[in-house]
């Protein structure tokens, strides 16, 4: 499968990113559709509200949100499968707005998409 790489939706576009696909429930806060330059929203595939208010960007709780957001992925294949599939056809760059760079959940599902 070819690379999928992670980038903050506030950080500018690369040239060789491939398709752009916003993996946030929520839209990034002033920002519009051109300025994010996303080819995809894939809403359904981010974490639950109930998860991502009970994360709260903790680092604390980063490995079970890991857990946690791994088994609602497993339960929803269906986004799962529709993004690996792009990926198939070239890289993906996943987007999201956290400010946490390292704890968010695009990391965890470009590391679920890598098992």
Do not use: C
Request: net charge neutral.
């Amino acid at each position: 499968m070819p690379a999928i790489s992670i980038r903050r939706a506030y950080d500018p576009a690369a040239p060789d990113e491939g398709h752009r696909v916003l993996v946030d429930r929520l839209w990034p806060r002033g920002l519009s559709r051109e300025a994010l330059g996303a080819d995809l929203w894939l809403r359904e595939i981010a974490p639950s509200d109930d998860l991502r208010h009970w994360f709260g960007h903790d680092p604390a709780k980063w490995d079970e949100f890991r857990r946690r957001y791994a088994a609602e992925l497993d339960a929803n294949p269906d986004p799962v499968r529709a993004l690996r599939q792009l990926a198939r056809k070239g890289p993906v760059t996943l987007l999201y707005a956290a400010h946490d760079q390292q704890h968010n959940n695009a990391v965890a599902l470009r590391d679920y998409l890598a098992q």
